[in-house]
């Protein structure tokens, strides 16, 4: 091919370009940029088949140099483009924003949401909802659960091209607490309120710390506690300082202060606190009462994790510990080492020391340590372990809020659930639809599928969902 014919070429394929560059306006870039992608990969094309055709050396020279230099120009042109997608989308995930109605807000979700489906710089946006069945993907249809906030992350998917980001949002759709006046509310749970105590205690014999003392009522009052001897037990309940051997027992009175709305009630305990004992009694007593609190099933025959030591009796004695093996189980039981698997199980002697002024005592725990399990004896340890949790007031048979359920076992073993009616139950423990009001309770059955290495196990919960 002669000089002059290779230049005509280059000539051409420059004027092929150049025209598709006016023909389109500074307002129509994006399909410049394409078109001139598409311009410049016909041109090193057809160059590579002349480039095939010719001889000689000077004129392939040429040839190959120009292919190289509109290779560069594809490159650039396609990049540019793509960093100005990029630029575009990450600007409008920076401004995106969720639009509330009336006076919700992201941790109070009563009404449908606005999601713009378009960014501020052109992006399309899509969205995605973690439940949809409480949240829509749209956000525009809500379902409200009976006595429990549900968490929902909304997934923004903001795309331009083939440029990409996301941006997730987390709501709290409210719970639709049963429709009844203030006065009910206040009055229900007024007539539901009670004091948990500790250990064997009563209302007429407080020797220790309140369990719980509830901030709210089953149907959503608000409750606050005021203790009248606060030298004896406070506010909260949890400091109880018994009067001294002697001195008799001491009357607390508790006041609960129930609220709903501008309704409000007070509710009255009289509580009991307890005298001290003589040293000797107390002693005796709290040796009496003494005991380990081992983690999961274990008992004092099979020990495989920590264990809790009171370090003060139910009635005031001062107790310490001593362990007879040490690299087995720390003198606090919060340190365990166990045999190897195969190996035969350790004893272990825990002594405590139990002392009151000048009376002192002693018990003694012989605990069997069991040496580390294998992949089966861990699924069932685990299995054996599996509980479920209710939100407070619920149980098995009386299901109304979310369900708490592990996804895994102290000793490792993996749980995964599902629910056998998980339109009204999910595989998760949410609770998504309760019957209507009159309709029957429904049943579900939760199985857990346990799995440790090779060995795996199930084990199934039947729950009892109610009515609206």
Same mark, same amino acid.
């Given at each position: 091919?002669?000089?002059?014919a290779?230049?005509?070429l ?6 092929f ?7 389109h306006?500074n ?11 598409q311009?410049c990969?016909?041109?090193v ?10 001889k000689?050396?000077w ?10 230099n ?5 490159? $650039? ?6 960093? #100005? ?6 600007a409008d ?11 919700? #807000? ?18 399309s ?7 949809p069945?409480?949240?829509s993907?749209d956000?525009?249809s ?5 006595n429990?906030d549900i ?13 990409s980001v996301s ?5 709290v759709?409210?719970?639709?607490l049963? $429709? ?9 749970d007024?007539a ?5 105590f500790? &250990?064997s205690?009563?209302i #007429?014999?407080?020797?220790? !710390? ?6 709210k009522?089953v149907?959503g ?14 506010n ?6 018994r009067?001294?051997?002697? =001195? &008799?027992d001491?009357?607390a009175v508790?006041?609960?202060d129930?609220k ?22 107390r002693?005796a007593?709290?040796k009496a009462?003494?005991?380990i609190?081992? &983690? ?7 020990v495989?994790r ?22 087995i189980l720390? =003198? ?6 166990? !045999?190897?698997?195969?190996a035969s ?11 009151s002024?000048?009376?002192t005592?002693?018990?003694v ?9 294998t992949? =089966? ?6 299995k ?12 098995a048979s #009386? ?15 993996k749980?995964?659930?599902?629910s ?6 999910s ?16 049943s579900?059955?939760l199985?857990?599928f ?13 729950v009892?969902?109610?009515h609206?």
């Amino acid at each position: 091919m002669k000089k002059w014919a290779v230049v005509m070429l280059v000539l051409s394929m420059f004027a092929f370009t150049s025209s598709i560059a006016l023909a389109h306006g500074n307002d129509h870039k994006d399909d410049w940029n394409k078109s001139k992608l598409q311009s410049c990969n016909e041109v090193v094309a057809s160059l590579n088949v002349t480039l095939a055709k010719v001889k000689n050396d000077w004129t392939r020279t040429v040839l190959k140099r120009m292919i190289a230099n509109f290779k560069a120009e594809c490159t $650039q042109g396609s990049n540019t483009g793509n960093q #100005n997608d990029t630029n575009i989308v990450n600007a409008d995930k920076s401004d995106l924003a969720l639009t509330f109605l009336g006076i919700d #807000n992201a941790n109070s979700v009563t009404l449908p949401i606005i999601l713009p489906q378009t960014g501020k710089n052109g992006s399309s946006i899509s969205w995605v909802s973690s439940n949809p069945n409480v949240l829509s993907n749209d956000g525009l249809s809500i379902h409200r659960s009976t006595n429990v906030d549900i968490a929902v992350n909304l997934t923004a998917v903001i795309k331009r091209n083939s440029a990409s980001v996301s941006k997730t949002f987390r709501v709290v759709v409210k719970a639709n607490l049963p $429709q009844m006046t203030d006065v009910e509310r206040v009055q229900k749970d007024s007539a539901a309120l009670k004091i948990t105590f500790g &250990g064997s205690d009563t209302i #007429n014999s407080v020797t220790q !710390p309140l369990i719980e003392l509830p901030a709210k009522g089953v149907n959503g009052s608000t409750i606050k506690w005021t203790s009248m001897l606060q030298s004896v037990i406070s506010n909260d309940g949890k400091t109880v300082v018994r009067p001294n051997n002697g =001195a &008799g027992d001491a009357i607390a009175v508790f006041t609960a202060d129930i609220k709903s709305g501008n309704y409000s009630e007070t509710k009255i305990f009289v509580l009991t606190v307890k005298a001290g004992l003589p040293d000797a009694q107390r002693v005796a007593a709290d040796k009496a009462a003494l005991q380990i609190t081992f &983690g999961g099933t274990d008992t004092i025959n099979r020990v495989t994790r920590p264990v809790v030591l009171p370090s003060v009796g139910v009635n005031g004695s001062k107790i310490t510990w001593t362990t007879s093996s040490p690299t087995i189980l720390s =003198a606090d039981g919060k340190t365990i080492h166990r !045999p190897a698997a195969g190996a035969s199980v350790s004893y272990v002697a825990m002594t405590a020391i139990i002392s009151s002024g000048s009376s002192t005592d002693v018990k003694v725990f012989v605990l069997t340590v069991k040496p580390q399990f294998t992949s =089966a004896e861990k699924v069932a340890a685990d299995k054996a372990d599996l509980a479920i949790s209710y939100k407070d007031g619920d149980s098995a048979s #009386n299901v109304t809020g979310a369900i708490t359920l592990p996804t895994s076992g102290y000793y490792g073993s993996k749980v995964v659930w599902y629910s056998s009616n998980p339109s009204l139950l999910s595989d998760n423990g949410t609770v998504l639809y309760r019957p209507a009001y009159g309709q029957s309770d429904i049943s579900v059955t939760l199985t857990a599928f346990i799995s440790n290495g090779d060995s795996g196990d199930i084990k199934t919960f039947t729950v009892k969902v109610n009515h609206l």
